[in-house]
């Protein structure tokens, strides 16, 4: 039987490509290469794509006459234009669910490594300074204290759910009230933030939620307080956070994700009071596993005709509330 072909784009691990070769003839297209790297013949053939890269814009999806389903590596799917994919009846998936609970994980890593400064607690004891100066200076409380999440999708519940056993207060600011355990709802991220310890940003991005955290709400968190971002650069003022971080009126901030990754602002290199990870939350093997096998599984389905595993745009389907 005759494999379908499909367009794979940006970089996998081996056992996804593997996976891949065994049900479709694959067709390269690495990231950030343009479309005409391909041949007409091949374009105007492809109906599938993997998508694991930066943009697909309406004019790439132009260059693909016949693309009916665009399969994105990763809940975010703000890469991807999906009001041009609608417009032109490609449907857009992403990996719901699979992945929620280890972004949350590394969110509350982030915020209690940030808050007890074990990195430099940690270099406190490799640089001799423990012997030297003695113990290291006292840090902030975690358990206890307030939490403000900044979007209760799948993700930002689940947080909320660990900082809820650190018996933390937990609020959150969406746009209506969901049913919890008796968390606090808010509508503006300001007037949380004003009322938090800790502001942990947890949307979905693109340009409905760029910006959100805004000038405002950075400086209603104020000296004592903490945003960790787990979500997209995007979501926060990333200008205005650093200008409030270099200035004290915001106290830190544990970053996994940045405006302008990988290239960061070089003023977030000269700050103390930063944690910066490299977008990792996702990244344990077996996530990265169950990622990679959605889009196979959605691409194999779409070619059968059979439902498929993750819902995403198009008529009589939705996105799961991602983040
Ligand atoms: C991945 C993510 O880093 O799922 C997302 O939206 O941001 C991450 O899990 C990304 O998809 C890898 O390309």
Not at 167 to 179: L, Q, V
């Amino acid at each position: 039987m005759t494999k379908p072909e499909i367009l794979v784009s940006g970089s996998y691990p081996d056992w996804d490509m593997d996976g891949f070769r065994k049900d479709f003839t694959c067709h390269m297209l690495e990231e950030g290469a343009p479309l005409s790297t391909l041949s007409d013949a091949l374009r105007a053939r492809i109906a599938g794509m993997a998508f694991k890269s930066h943009a697909m814009d309406p004019e790439m999806m132009d260059a693909l006459p016949a693309l009916k389903i665009i399969a994105n590596y990763g809940v975010g799917y703000d890469a991807i234009d999906v009001a041009a994919a609608d417009a032109r009846g490609i449907a857009v998936t992403n990996t719901p669910d699979v992945l929620s609970d280890e972004v949350a994980d590394l969110a509350v890593g982030m915020l209690i490594a940030q808050a007890r400064r074990i990195v430099e607690a940690e270099a406190w004891v490799t640089e001799g300074l423990w012997a030297k100066q003695g113990a290291f200076p006292l840090q902030a409380r975690v358990w206890g204290r307030k939490a403000g999440i900044v979007g209760l999708g799948r993700i930002g519940r689940e947080i909320a759910n660990r900082l809820a056993a650190f018996k933390m207060e937990i609020s959150y600011s969406s746009r209506s009230a969901k049913e919890t355990p008796g968390w606090r709802h808010y509508t503006d991220v300001a007037a949380m933030a004003g009322e938090v310890d800790f502001l942990i940003v947890a949307l979905a991005g693109g340009p409905e939620t760029q910006g959100i955290v805004d000038r405002a709400a950075i400086e209603a968190l104020g000296p004592e307080g903490m945003i960790v971002n787990i979500s997209r650069g995007s979501t926060i003022d990333e200008g205005a956070m650093i200008e409030a971080l270099q200035s004290g009126k915001l106290g830190s901030a544990a970053l996994d994700v940045f405006e302008n990754e990988p290239n960061l602002d070089p003023r977030f290199l000269k700050l103390k009071n930063v944690l910066l990870q490299p977008h990792q939350a996702s990244a344990t093997v077996a996530t990265r596993v169950a990622m990679g096998a959605l889009p196979r599984a959605t691409l194999m389905a779409w070619f059968n005709g059979q439902p498929l595993p993750t819902p995403g745009n198009g008529p009589g389907r939705a996105f799961p509330e991602t983040a």
